[in-house]
């Protein structure tokens, strides 16, 4: 079972994601409204630190998120009781996540 603090964790993250979920939808209608292609859109999002805070927030929110969801998911249905390797499969998919995330934060924000 998911202990206080993971639980809490991750409430806590779905209340950062929420508005920033919101936020990214809000700026993909309006880019797709207005026939923005990729390259412009890059355009405005490379060297700026506000869209670089944005989705490193999103990418850090989203990352600890679903790591612990998938750790519930996994102790739940492969009844794994062993915590340690519960503990190794969250930080590995976590770390995982994220790095993927911010690699590719960086390669749409760095100028």
Known sequence: MIGIRL??????TALVMAPLAIGHLAVMIYAIQDGLSAGEILSRTQGSLA???FYGTFVV???IHAAIGLRV???ETASLANRRALDV???AVG???LAMG???VYGVTAS
């Open 89 to 91: 499969f969250t930080v």
């Open 51 to 53: 869209w670089t805070l």
């Open 61 to 63: 929110a989203v990352s």
């Open 73 to 75: 998911i996994l102790a």
């Open 95 to 97: 770390v995982g996540l």
């Open 7 to 12: 639980y809490m964790l991750q409430r806590l």
């Open 102 to 104: 911010l690699s590719a």
